[in-house]
């Protein structure tokens, strides 16, 4: 899911990638809307109170806001860095799974924070919609870049501009038969759905336990990155076994 890189993953990787880091992003967007009253999975709205602070002239605000915009496209830049240069030092997986461990621990601070210390401050909210937008740039820098910008999943403009596009492709004949663009389709759509789904979600959880939902996102981000190293564990494995089966075979043969 992590450690494949731009045109060597395949549709599955995609799309396994895709449904689980959205299903997370919908879930912080709808949680930082429910707690903070401010988006965090995508910063268009951001830029449009950018503009209304300024033309207020509402300075500290506008400084804000700004901060946040920063914030985001700082914690994208960071990943694909990553991307880059991490690979001849720490391998493509970690190279791939840290921007995922960096969120992860941004989003658990969060929630242990909401949960024992925090006491409604603007100040500590804005701090704390800080870290989110940090997490979720991130992911969005991470997932679109190691898939060639097939996959994003923190914001759905663009998604679901790309996804009417390719229905409305499909409309002819020679692109209904292009398996190319059918899996695009089907992964936009995936992604769409699993953002709702973790969103919806997120909200029922919310007011059931509170910011212990916080927990379950981090549980989700836990799949996406251990999924890789239980996978090349089972690899492993299997080669070990086929090959001390073939010895044994070997030797079998020899004492016949």
């Known amino acids: 899911m992590l450690r494949k890189y731009s045109n060597h993953r395949t549709y599955l990787d995609n799309l396994k990638l895709g449904t689980l880091s959205a299903f997370s992003a919908g879930m912080v967007n709808v949680l930082s809307v429910i707690i903070f009253f401010a988006f965090t999975s995508n910063i268009t709205g951001h830029y449009a109170i950018l503009a209304q602070e300024i033309s207020k002239g509402n300075w500290i605000q506008a400084a804000v ?14 990943s694909n860095l990553l991307i880059i240069h991490g690979n001849s030092y720490v391998g493509r997986y970690l190279a791939h ?5 960096i969120e992860t621990i ?18 500590e909210t804005e701090l704390l919609v800080t870290l989110l937008l940090f997490a979720m740039g991130l992911q969005n820098g991470l997932t679109a870049s190691i898939s060639n ?44 759905i699993a953002y709702m789904l ?14 212990y939902t916080f927990y379950i996102v981090c549980l989700t981000l836990c799949i996406v990155m251990s999924y890789d190293y239980y996978k090349l564990n089972i690899t492993k494995y299997l ?12 030797k079998d043969e020899e004492n016949q």
């Not at 806001?65 to 960071?78: A, C, K």
């Open 65 to 78: 806001v700004f901060l946040w915009i920063l914030i985001f496209f700082t914690g994208s830049m960071f």
């Open 106 to 123: 941004c989003i658990l601070i969060v929630g242990v924070y909401l949960q024992f210390f925090y006491t409604e401050t603007l100040y």
């Open 198 to 211: 973790g969103a919806i979600i997120s909200g029922i959880l919310y007011y059931e336990i509170k910011y």
């Open 149 to 192: 910008g097939s996959v994003k999943t923190t914001h759905l403009t663009g998604l679901t501009t790309d996804l009417a596009i390719t229905l409305s492709m499909l409309t002819k004949e020679q692109f209904r038969n292009d398996i190319k663009v059918r899996e695009k389709g089907k992964l936009l759509f995936s992604i769409m």
């Open 239 to 250: 080669f070990k076994g086929a090959y001390l089966l073939k010895k044994i075979s070997s």
């Open 97 to 101: 799974a840290i921007p995922i461990i």
